[in-house]
């Protein structure tokens, strides 16, 4: 006959507590087919069961944040009471007041922004046809809100919102969706290094909690502008024990760690929350063209599982290293400048999608090249393929940075046509790569 073991929760006496102590203890209790034991055993199965099914999500799924907040509202309650004294006709008031506090507690679970579960089909090809979301169609540059400068590194987030790193205009600016007018949301338009300020900005990121992230890169420093705050925070900066040079490109993983590409010290620095401290987790070395080095690196890329790729821009090439290796593997270009499939000439930022597949903005050759995990075989033209550089729909100058939507839309810094445009995708279609 089997036995199946139930708890009880008593109030108080903690000198007879099986478990705990102070205000209660569990007491265990055996139990043989007992009508409450046999309600009990089925329902902690089901909760067992539904326990380890969330467990499995939460290990399978992309890394989330929960932040619980503490509200506690106190409630006054006033109370009057009249007394009437008969012989003196005299009338007596008393007030009592009595405050009650309610504490409510709200957790909010927040997924890292920018980080899409896309499904790209192998075979998606883009609209030849760009559209301008940011800055002039025509390719002239300005300085009003519908205007860009040389713009360079560029971060969609979840709600299709564009920012923009406006380089000669020294400010961030962010595109709402269906909106060509930009919001100013850091820097002031005048190159400085006040915390209100920026000095060629290369890099911008938005973080898990909406705060953007600029690589501050004439400045040498990486700033932090809280949401809705015009005002800086440095979180790294360069100096002796943590050398920061010209920053080209910013990229923030799942884990919020911040990685910036140092184009002076032909390294990657990774740097972790809550440190201003990096660590180099990509070159390091002098300029060369060893799996171990870099020469004049760009554009990095960070997957879900932490492996980074670098465009290697001197070294025409680009560079994949697993977690914990300094050592890489070339996955794109053959390490020549030239315009054939093998080819890149300046490789200046990297994207990759959920099959391995990797997109380089070939900035000499004005197109965005793809290349699959067969490597060996070349790349394939998915946009600006029209062998020419200029400023129709069709064609780009000088891209310079490149992002997916969580569409699968790729949105390219057009930066010799001061402009971002958007390329919608077709998904499998009869048109091929070129």
Not at 27 to 40: G, R, T
Not at 50 to 73: E, F, H, Q, R, S
Not at 343 to 358: A, E, F, P
Request: proline share 4%; charged share 10%; net charge neutral.
């Amino acid at each position: 006959m089997s036995t199946i073991l139930a708890a009880r929760y008593h109030q108080g006496k903690p000198q007879a507590a099986v478990m705990g102590e102070g205000r209660g203890y569990f007491k265990h209790i055996h139990c043989q087919y007992s009508p409450v034991c046999l309600i009990l055993s089925p329902l902690a199965l089901l909760l067992l069961g539904t326990g380890i099914a969330a467990m499995l999500v939460a290990l399978i799924g992309i890394p989330k944040m929960t932040i619980t907040t503490t509200t506690t509202t106190a409630t006054t309650a006033t109370t009057a009471t009249t007394t009437t004294a008969t012989t003196t006709t005299a009338t007596t008031t008393t007030t009592a007041t009595t405050t009650t506090a309610t504490t409510s507690t709200t957790s909010t679970t927040i997924s890292p922004v920018g980080i899409y579960a896309l499904t790209i089909s192998t075979c998606a090809t883009w609209n030849d046809t760009g559209l301008t979301m940011g800055g002039n169609s025509n390719g002239i540059p300005g300085s009003n809100l519908e205007s860009l400068s040389t713009p360079v590194s560029i971060f969609i987030d979840n709600d299709d919102n564009l920012f923009v790193c406006d380089r000669d205009n020294v400010r961030i600016l962010k595109f709402t969706p269906n909106s060509t007018t930009g919001i100013i949301v850091a820097g002031n338009g005048t190159a400085g290094n006040e915390s209100n300020q920026l000095r060629g900005p290369k890099g911008v990121a938005i973080d898990q909690y909406g705060d953007i992230i600029v690589a501050d890169s004439d400045n040498n420093r990486i700033q932090k502008f809280v949401n809705g705050s015009t005002s800086g925070i440095t979180l790294a900066s360069n100096s002796s024990i943590n050398p920061l040079g010209q920053m080209k490109d910013l990229h923030i993983d799942v884990n919020n760690n911040i990685y910036v590409t140092d184009y002076d010290n032909n390294q990657v620095v990774k740097f972790i929350p809550f440190s201003s401290i990096g660590v180099v987790v990509a070159g390091g070395r002098p300029a060369g063209p060893g799996t171990n080095q870099l020469s004049g690196p760009f554009g990095n890329f960070v997957g879900p599982n932490g492996t980074l790729y670098v465009a290697d821009d001197q070294n025409f090439r680009v560079m994949k290293y697993f977690p914990g290796s300094l050592n890489g593997t070339i996955v794109a270009g053959n390490g020549t400048a030239g315009s054939n499939a093998y080819q890149l000439t300046r490789s200046m930022s990297i994207i990759v999608d959920n099959n391995g597949y990797i997109y380089v903005a070939d900035y000499g050759n004005a197109r965005v090249m793809r290349w699959t995990t067969n490597y060996a075989a070349g790349g394939v033209c998915v946009i600006g393929c029209t062998g020419t550089s200029g400023a129709a729909a069709t064609q780009l100058r000088n891209p310079r940075d490149l992002k997916f939507d969580r569409h699968g839309n790729i949105y390219v810094t057009d930066q010799g046509n001061h402009r971002i445009q958007k390329f919608l995708i077709q998904g499998c279609s009869s048109k091929s790569p070129k």
